[in-house]
């Protein structure tokens, strides 16, 4: 009896010789156990002609651990640099790693509701976060956010492969087909056109017509089986207008017609949804899930197009993406930023089922690809699983330092009718 005892203990010593062994907490750089704190939000400004990009930098207390997000928002850069500045305080000596609670922080303990500035400097913050969360896992962020659901994520550019003016002044139709065949031709299967003139509560005739022969054109040269979007930009100031255009384009069988009306048209948008025989995508300009939970119960679009450097970043636009699933509404979302911006798009993208098609803009710039090393080789229409941790990114400051901010370019003012009637860009 005695030697059972004895054996019994010495078994019992031995087990908890194991355990303490085998589960004693891990070093921080191993993402377990030990605390972590965020010591510095800053802003890296970095001028791309029409958009000064905002990459976001956190610092962590964790020796040479830091996280990179973007918060690019079109002529309003100070803006978003001032409420970076204004939020830092909020976060400074939290853990990086409990995402959902500086989220919270950030959106509840500032009192004021924030609007798209503010929401777009969250946004910013809380991909840099979820990158410092996957470096210290050792793994990719769509890893954390759901895994993996596709082997690779479709993508569509612009005509003139994101340069400003092919985007935006291309308003011919020998013009738009030849600029769509050199999309074509790189290995773009969707490409997406902004023809819709600008407009006020009517459609002329002649626009009408005009539109039509464009985009017709469009589709006789590149063929079935590339994909067209055209984006609206929410010029028709009404859904009379609006119809005029979806009409006319109708023959050519495009994809999604995007923002056919302004966004806070809720119901003129549900209107034309329920009416359309073109599929309308919007939702570029909806901040958050509050701004998105009428549209998607009035069904006002067939694609949602949520962009993730606004909408408070990777986690809401999830729960965005959750809502829209759950009407039987597909996502296209919203990325004409920088690289940054792109790189958390392709890790949502992966992990995110009722992602139809991906927007990009690469080649905004000529040095685009010397800003940010990306974790995978873009292939035209198609990006690949990164593997790296984190983000993946690594970013060159000394890049960012030689394109400091300055005045973007203000193509909106050319939005004005000819007797001088200002109108939706």
């Known amino acids: 009896m005695t030697a059972l005892v004895h054996i019994d203990v010495a078994l019992d010593s031995s087990i908890l010789s194991i355990i303490n062994h085998t589960y004693r907490p891990r070093k921080k750089a191993a993402g377990l156990g030990g605390p972590m704190k965020i010591t510095a939000i800053m802003a890296r400004v970095c001028n791309a002609e029409m958009r000064n990009w905002v990459f976001v930098r956190v610092e962590t207390d964790e020796p040479g651990l830091f996280g990179w997000g973007e918060a690019t928002l079109e002529w309003k850069t100070r803006a978003v640099v001032g409420a970076l500045q204004d939020l830092e305080a909020l976060l400074i000596g939290q853990d990086p790693r409990n995402v959902e609670q500086c989220y919270q922080i950030l959106t509840r303990h500032g009192f004021w509701r924030l609007g798209v500035e503010g929401m777009s400097a969250v946004s910013g913050i809380e991909i ?231 927007e990009e803009m690469s080649g905004a710039v000529a040095w685009y690809d010397e800003v940010v090393t990306w974790p995978i080789r873009r292939k035209p229409g198609r990006w690949d699983l990164p593997e790296l941790p984190g983000l993946g990114v690594t970013v060159n400051e000394d890049v960012i330092a030689r394109h400091p901010f300055k005045q973007e370019v203000l193509h909106a003012r050319n939005a004005v009718m000819p007797d001088g009637t200002v109108v939706d860009w």
């Open 128 to 358: 840099a976060l979820w990158d410092i969360l996957g470096k210290s896992l050792g793994v990719p962020v769509w890893r954390l956010l759901g895994g993996q659901v596709r082997d690779y994520l479709r993508t569509y550019t612009h005509l003139g492969l994101g340069d400003m003016k092919a985007v935006y002044e291309t308003g011919s139709a020998d013009a738009i087909v030849e600029r769509g065949r050199i999309v074509t031709q790189a290995g773009y299967d969707a490409v997406k056109v902004v023809c819709i003139p600008y407009t006020h509560y009517v459609s002329p005739t002649k626009a009408v017509d005009s539109v039509a022969n464009m985009v017709g054109s469009l589709r006789e040269a590149v063929g079935p089986d590339i994909d067209i979007m055209v984006d609206f930009h929410g010029r028709p100031a009404s859904v009379n207008a609006a119809m005029d255009y979806l009409k006319a384009i109708e023959p050519a069988r495009i994809m999604f017609a995007e923002e056919p009306v302004p966004p806070e048209d809720v119901a003129g948008l549900a209107h034309i949804t329920a009416r359309s025989a073109v599929p309308i995508a919007s939702g570029e300009r909806l901040i958050g899930r509050r701004e998105f939970t009428h549209s998607i119960a009035a069904r006002a679009f067939n694609i949602a197009q949520p962009d993730i450097c606004h909408t408070g970043g990777l986690l809401e636009t999830k729960k965005i993406a959750a809502m829209a699933e759950t009407a039987g509404i597909g996502l296209a979302p919203h990325n004409p930023l920088g690289p940054i911006a792109g790189v958390a798009a392709l890790h949502f993208g992966i992990s995110t089922p009722n992602v139809v098609i991906q």
